[in-house]
């Protein structure tokens, strides 16, 4: 398995620009998050999706929208680039059975808006 | 909503018991997390804790929950140079919605 991927690793945008970052698990994970890290704030969640076709707002959802057509993708599309979105963006998936969640975090996506 | 709050830093030589310590606000957070990450890399979950659980141990890992005072520790025993990260914990009831703290970094001198 390779478990949560995601690209690219890098991106230099400029303002108003658009772009997608993509996410994909070959675990088949029924819940999916996006979260950003800022420097002394931890990571907060953008969005998040709890199976296909079914997404919902996280804490910090403004100028990023998502879908969820399958199980293993869930991309994270920004509209109109911002220099407020320079960030570190993190795709996670996981399970829940039997009482026992695990989540599993992708390596990150560095996104720079100049 | 969740709020989760850290010390920012920690430094411990090697070999003493590191503590890193959490308090929250929401008593409904199903899983109590921590995760480890290291410079440049992405978040790997440590270990985590069931609400109704006062600890856990996991090897050199064992997790406190003061469930009364909202308080959730983490202790490393004999705590090596490659346990040099940035330690987050985390509050959810499933999902994949997390509220992370703000981190604890966490330096280990020789």
């Known amino acids: 398995n390779a478990g949560v991927t995601q690209t690219p690793k890098f991106q230099v945008l400029k303002t108003g620009q658009s772009m997608t970052l993509q996410c994909a698990q070959d675990?088949?994970?029924?819940?999916m998050s996006w979260y950003r890290q800022d420097p002394g704030m931890g990571l907060r969640l953008i969005h998040y999706?709890?199976?296909?076709?079914?997404?919902d707002q996280g804490e910090v959802p403004n100028g990023y929208n998502v879908s969820r057509s399958t199980t293993e993708d869930f991309p994270l599309r920004l509209l109109s680039a911002a220099p407020s979105q320079t960030s570190v963006y993190f795709c996670?998936?996981?399970?829940?059975?039997?009482?026992?969640?695990?989540?599993?975090f992708g390596p990150g996506t560095r996104l720079l808006v100049l | 909503g969740e709020d989760v709050e850290q010390s920012l830093f920690l430094s411990v030589r090697e070999g003493d018991s590191s503590v890193i310590n959490c308090t929250y606000t929401?008593?409904?957070?199903?899983?109590l997390y921590w995760y480890k990450q290291e410079p440049g890399a992405g978040l790997q979950l440590l270990t985590y804790?069931?609400?109704?659980?006062d600890m856990k141990q996991d090897q050199r890992l064992t997790v406190l929950l003061n469930k009364k005072d909202k308080h959730l520790s983490l202790r490393i025993a004999d705590t090596q140079t490659g346990d040099s990260a940035i330690y987050f914990c985390?509050?959810?009831?499933?999902?994949?919605?997390?509220?992370f703290g703000t981190g604890t970094q966490l330096k280990v001198e020789l």
């Open positions: 996670a998936s996981s399970y829940d059975r039997r009482g026992e969640e695990t989540q599993y």
């Open positions: 675990m088949n994970h029924e819940y």
């Open positions: 999706s709890v199976g296909a076709g079914i997404t």
């Open positions: 929401d008593s409904s957070s199903t899983y």
């Open positions: 804790i069931f609400s109704n659980m």
């Open positions: 985390a509050g959810g009831g499933g999902g994949n919605k997390l509220t």
